[in-house]
């Protein structure tokens, strides 16, 4: 069965960077576009960036733009976020999620269990 | 960029009643709508697609309606289980993107 596994969250401190990575399974990992998705504690969910199936295009969120950036390795079905200058703003699970095939709209069918940041001093 | 509003922020319903929430998008998104239902704990699971697509698995008591800027999910017989945030989203020809709903609380008394 499909599965994401996002790992590497943790606390640092402002101004700092972190890496995230989600490790896919149970699916042709390079046929899918993957999203990452963001929620602060307490609120709802925001978008972070989409990299396509093959890595040639990326997104971003406005409140993330030129400070993250993302990456996959589809030889080992892995997408990664490099977050940089981190705020206290960040704080919130990362979610990494599968976008579903077969339609013209950027869903996510598949989420996983998500990666807590905290960006505190 | 577009905005999605959600009302009622909270609706409170007993179980067997039918619920219905609102998603209301500032400019024309066409069928391009979701809806979600995360729990307590949970990563948000998929529910509609499309706007009245039923993603795989989910019950038919979850159905989708709408296009261009007003777009309803309705629950019909609740359920205990039913309890939950519900989020609508869209997705953005350009720039690509997504946005969601702030979300709607439905509780089960």
């Known amino acids: 069965q499909v599965q ?3 790992s590497g969250g943790g606390v640092v401190q402002p101004g700092r960077s972190l890496r995230l990575s989600c490790a896919a399974s149970g699916f042709d990992f390079s046929a899918y576009a993957m999203h990452w998705v963001r929620q602060a504690p307490g ?4 978008w972070v960036t989409l990299i396509s199936h093959n890595g040639l295009n990326e997104y971003f969120g406005d409140s993330v733009k030129g400070r993250f950036s993302v990456s996959r390795d589809n030889s080992k079905n892995t997408v990664f976020l490099q977050m940089s200058s981190l705020r206290p703003e960040d704080t919130a699970v990362y ?3 599968r976008e579903l095939s077969g339609t013209s709209g950027d869903y996510f069918d598949h989420w996983g269990l ?3 940041v905290t960006v505190s001093s | 960029e ?3 509003t959600q009302s009622p922020a909270t609706l409170s319903l007993s179980p067997g009643e039918r619920a219905t929430l609102s998603c209301r998008a500032s400019q024309n998104v066409r069928t391009f709508l979701a809806w979600y239902q995360q729990k307590p704990g949970q990563a948000p699971r998929l529910l509609i697609y499309d706007a009245s697509h039923r993603a795989p698995g989910i019950p038919a008591r979850f159905s989708g309606s709408g296009s261009g800027t007003d777009f309803t999910l309705s629950i019909s017989s609740l359920e ?10 869209q997705r953005s020809d350009w720039p690509p993107g997504v946005t969601f709903g702030q979300g709607t609380r439905l509780e089960i008394k």
Do not use: F, H, N, R
């Open chain 1, 4 to 6: 994401l596994v996002e």
């Open chain 2, 2 to 4: 577009i905005v999605l």
């Open chain 1, 43 to 46: 609120k709802g969910l925001e």
């Open chain 2, 80 to 89: 205990p289980d039913d309890s939950a945030v519900y989020y609508c989203q």
């Open chain 1, 95 to 97: 979610y990494c999620a």
């Open chain 1, 114 to 116: 998500g990666t807590l």
